[in-house]
């Protein structure tokens, strides 16, 4: 089946500093991903939609200057959240299809923990 | 705009019975429902994809309904076991095209005691 791999799992950082989340389809190309943010006890809230080669789409009340996106290859997108500060602490889940709507659902990677210390 | 509900918000049951988690949209005009599961700290796993012109889909010990007409869909889980507690999520997808969005619930948070 479709695998969305999503590096690291967890990360700790100081405030002030940058991170990096990678999300890789292992078996399947995706010309679209998504990345969400999900609070303690809530949903998941969809922060912006990953294009390969070109520029990503934001969710109104996402800064773009600080949640970098980064969709080089049909199969690798990165998140950065850049200057991080503590209140950016949460969990962040991309996701992706691996083929026709009508046949497959979109497919999640296992998510990362932030904290920013 | 699409708002997803879904009742009740925590479930508590003993191991064995049988249960029915409930998913509410407001926009009838979806492309597909999918069921997903979240353990604690993990990311999502799907578990039933419904497209629009389907009326339901099994897996297991797991039963999910769609009435497109009245907005909602239900995800039945049989003979229930400790190992289903987890929280479970539906989304609906508004159209086929890729780059179309998931819009979620809130989530069930099901305990399933031994």
């Known amino acids: 089946g479709a695998v969305v791999s999503q590096h690291p799992s967890r990360v700790i950082c100081k405030s002030g500093t940058s991170v990096k989340i990678e999300c890789r389809s292992l078996d399947f190309q995706a010309t679209t991903m998504f990345w969400y943010r999900q609070f303690p006890k809530q949903s998941l809230m969809l922060m912006a939609t990953?294009?390969?080669?070109?520029?990503?789409?934001?969710e109104q009340g996402v800064e773009k200057d600080k949640f970098l996106i980064n969709h080089a290859s049909l199969t690798l997108s990165t998140l950065t959240v850049t200057s991080a500060h503590p209140e950016d602490s949460s969990f962040y889940i991309c996701s992706a299809q691996r083929g026709p709507g009508r046949i497959y659902g979109y497919t999640f990677g296992s998510g990362t923990r932030l904290t920013v210390v | 705009k699409q708002e997803v509900t879904q009742i009740p918000a925590a479930l508590s049951v003993p191991e064995g019975e049988n249960l029915v988690l409930n998913c509410s949209f407001t926009d009838s005009a979806i492309y597909n429902l999918q069921w997903f599961r979240q353990d604690p700290g993990k990311g999502l796993t799907s578990l039933l994809l419904i497209q629009s012109s389907q009326r339901e889909q099994t897996s297991g010990r797991l039963n999910a309904s769609l009435d497109k007409s009245s907005g909602r869909s239900t995800l039945y889980i049989a003979a229930s076991q400790p190992g289903d507690s987890a929280t479970y999520l539906c989304?609906?997808?508004?159209?086929?095209?890729?780059?179309?969005?998931?819009?979620f619930g809130e989530g069930t948070q099901l305990t399933v005691n031994p």
């Open positions: 989304a609906v997808r508004r159209v086929e095209t890729s780059g179309s969005r998931l819009t």
């Open positions: 990953s294009n390969e080669g070109s520029k990503a789409t934001y």
